[in-house]
């Protein structure tokens, strides 16, 4: 008999068919819409496999009632929407999809630090409304990137990724990590300071770290408050890192010169959300990892370790 499993989001027919060939596949088959509570907690019951998104909660209760579940496979490299500790106590494994996202999620970190940077989408608004009579001296002016000093916090794939982009702009690079990495310190030319350090001294600041009950609100009102008024915060890892309140005061009293996002506390980000009311935000919808090729690699990624868990065979990004 065919092991059952239920995929949380309408998939690419190719990653379906793979998955189909081995399993019994029911499967919510919307795009746009994530899967409701009542059906998932239905769902879940039934099946040996999950496929899910960082769209769903995979908490307690809802491990309780997958009395069969042997493997929860998430389509991301960030977690954090699983309870991993609750799986791992009822033996199911859980698995993310790292690696094959790191250069696309880099690229766009380094995108939007440039966009922030150099008020790119405020400059096509500016344009589009039929603000643009003259070209004048420090009309729409912003910070260089060149020269500038990067400050980067989580050191891991996508960390190392942003570095090696930040090099080309002859970037000096600090970076503060749980533990040091001296190889890629002599490899990439980076230092490693300590948080407060690394605060000061950045004129852009990019947030990469996961996020676990130690990183949240891992940057506070303290925090900004040591950063430059010059200063940029980018953050592409999760919006509860940093806290978005005081985001909010600190770019709003000149303190901060500009941030960019593609991730938020709630998510989809609610459009009245104080920090879309301020011109000095670029605010993106979490399109971190979003190239066609990358997304695609992601969705097969996920389905083979989910095929793997279920065939019995320790999955290839096992994070249990
Ligand atoms: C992830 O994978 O964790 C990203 O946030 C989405 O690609």
Known sequence: ???????????????????????????WDKE??????????????????????????????????????????????????????A????GIKVTNTPGVLTETTADLTFALLMATARRLVESSDYLRAGKWQTWSPMQLTGQDIYGATLGIFGLG????AV???????????????????????EELGIEYVDKNRLLRESDFVCVLTPYTTETRNYI?????????????????????IVDEEALYQALKNGELWGAGLDVYEEE?????????????????????????????????????????????????????
């Open 1 to 27: 008999m065919k092991p059952k499993i239920y995929i949380t989001r309408k998939l690419p027919d190719l990653v379906v068919e793979k998955m189909r060939e081995v399993c019994e596949v029911k499967m």
């Open 32 to 85: 746009e819409e994530p899967v409701p509570r009542e059906i998932l907690e239905k769902e879940i019951q039934d099946v040996e496999g999950l496929y899910c998104l960082l769209t769903e909660r995979i908490d307690q209760p809802l491990l309780n009632l997958g009395t069969r579940l042997k493997i929860v496979s998430n389509m991301a490299v960030g977690y954090n929407n699983i309870d991993v500790a």
């Open 87 to 90: 799986a791992t106590e009822k």
């Open 157 to 160: 794939r996508i960390g190392e």
């Open 163 to 185: 570095v090696k982009r930040a090099r080309g702009f002859d970037m000096k690079i600090y970076y503060h990590n749980r533990s040091r990495k001296l190889n890629a310190e």
């Open 220 to 240: 506070g009102a303290a925090e900004l408050s040591l950063m430059k008024p010059t200063a940029v915060l980018i953050n592409t890892a999760r919006g509860g």
């Open 268 to 320: 989809p980000v609610r459009t009245d959300h104080p920090l879309l009311s301020l011109p000095n935000v670029v605010a993106l919808p979490h399109i971190g990892s979003a190239s066609k090729n990358t997304r695609l690699k992601m969705a097969l990624l996920a389905a083979e370790n989910l095929l793997d868990g279920l065939r019995g065979e320790i999955p290839k990004n096992l994070v249990n």
